[in-house]
């Protein structure tokens, strides 16, 4: 069974960074893509961020693009995403996500989830 536990989460100020981390285990890490999500309070839940499972391709939202880095080790089956520059806008639940398929592109089916991390960024 697939297992994804983040960590990382905290209420920060705005401008400030912080790194999300994922440790996935229950399946080969290093055969799948991996994602990250985020689901701000009254909003429907979002892609942020996506990497293939080599960690050669990276996909953002636009919204992040420039002030987030998502990253993988397939050797420590873990998956970061570092945040800098972080607006209130930013504040939401960051949820880890994997796809059954290598490539993490925007549309992709993510079929497990983790529990979530809070973020949040006061002005």
């Known amino acids: 069974q697939v297992q994804l536990v983040e960590s990382g989460g905290g209420l920060v100020q705005a401008g400030d960074s912080l790194r999300l981390s994922c440790a996935a285990s229950?399946?080969?890490?290093?055969?799948?893509?991996m994602g990250w999500f985020r689901q701000a309070p009254g909003k429907e839940r979002e892609f942020v961020a996506g990497i293939n499972w080599s960690g050669g391709g990276r996909y953002y939202a636009d919204s992040v693009k420039g002030r987030f880095t998502i990253s993988r080790d397939n050797a420590k089956n873990t998956v970061w995403l570092q945040m800098n520059s972080l607006k209130p806008e930013d504040t939401a639940v960051y949820y880890c996500a994997t796809p059954s398929t290598r490539v993490a592109a925007i549309g992709a089916k993510y079929d497990y989830w983790g529990q979530g991390t809070q973020v949040t960024v006061s002005s």
């Open positions: 229950g399946r080969t890490f290093s055969s799948y893509a």
